[in-house]
């Protein structure tokens, strides 16, 4: 298994380029499932849960024409397989992503449930609640969701929680129903705005996306999607951090600075400098980092996947930061980390008191899921001397070469086998 080898202490200087958003492009990949032909997919990034995706996609039937360049074609119109297997499943939650387009397009679904995972529970009852309300006959049989539909019917379909993909599956599911669906308190985050153009494009009539109250009317067929994918803004928030905590001076390229606004306004207040141009960000770290309080929330809030790298952020600044998670039940898991390196942090559920230190030292540290991974990632980079960072599987899933990105920005950094 892979490792990664950081000395740290060096400012990170000079520029990096921003790859597509991974959470943008698992659903725009579940719904070529709703087209019948090839489907072309640009800007992809090279991440594991791509690679887990085409091969939910191909086990479903698709053909994959072929993945260079950043470049995916996958034809679907052979995608008769309902089901999505548990050792896909299991590594990759977004797959259940599918269930919607299999139910619209097959009448039939078998995904395994993904079970809870290292940040908490994650259940997808709202996803199967608002399938059930379409008119989709669901039961649970050996770990598996198995759904049975005829045409699913348009709903109004209230969101208890804002849930991402729950909104992107009763998107896909509603796009081909009979009649109107009513979405409310549907998530607004720019993945699942994407989603609605592009499924606009191919000929869908969705409105409201971007909103909290989405509108679906059914349509009966929909042509191959073709697009390219938006850039990650939670790899761009993390580089933002990258040159504040390193006290570096990092110019962020191929990102949308509208989407990271929050955390822009945030490294303002820790005093970084933000400069902000068309699809640019220029961040410069100062000496001196002021704590901030931070309080995760569904976009257009603090986002819940910039939170462990906000926080190790936080354990160098001058006095105390609060940082509230509110979107998921257990995502702390970086804390026990960040403390073996130094940092100063008290729990009290769902809230993490940080009292900053002078600096951090480097330790062999584990890696226990992406964001989490990110945030060890950091501060091994502004720490000083070696941090040893295993279980790097996690880090693969969701940033393309981390490693190379932070290397030409000066990092001490390499990867072992
Ligand atoms: C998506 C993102 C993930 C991000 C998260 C929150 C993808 C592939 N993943 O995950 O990176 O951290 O949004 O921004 O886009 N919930 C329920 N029942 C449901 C569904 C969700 O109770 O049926 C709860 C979850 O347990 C969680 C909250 O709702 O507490 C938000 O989860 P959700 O928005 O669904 O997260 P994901 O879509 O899985």
Known sequence: MDKIVIEGGTPLNGTVKMSGAKNAVLPILAATLLTQGRNIIKGVPKVRDVATMIKLLEDLGAKLESYSNEKIVIDTSKADNPEAPYDLVSTMRASCLVLGPLLARLGKARVSLPGGCAIGERPIDLHIKGLEAMGAKITLEQGYVQGKADRLKGIQFYFDTVSVTGTANLIM????AEGETILENAAKEPEVVFLADILNQVGAKISGHGTDIITIQGTSSLKPIEC????DRIETGTFMIAAAITKGDVTI?????QHVEPITLKL???QAD???SKNKIRVKGKDIIDSVNAKTHPYPG???DIQAQFMALMTLAQGQSIIVETVFENRFMHVAEL???GADISLDGHTAIIKGVKSLSGAPLMATDLRASASLVL???AAKGQSIISRVYHIDRGYVGIEKKLSKLGAQIRRIK
Not at 173 to 176: E, G, H, S, T, Y
Not at 228 to 231: G, R, V
């Open 228 to 231: 390219t994918i938006f850039p």
């Open 274 to 276: 933000v400069e902000i």
């Open 173 to 176: 599911a509603a796009v081909l």
């Open 253 to 257: 390229e191929n990102c949308n600075p």
């Open 339 to 341: 403390k073996r390196m």
């Open 379 to 381: 501060a091994a980079v």
């Open 302 to 304: 603090f986002p819940t």
């Open 268 to 270: 303002q207040e820790a």
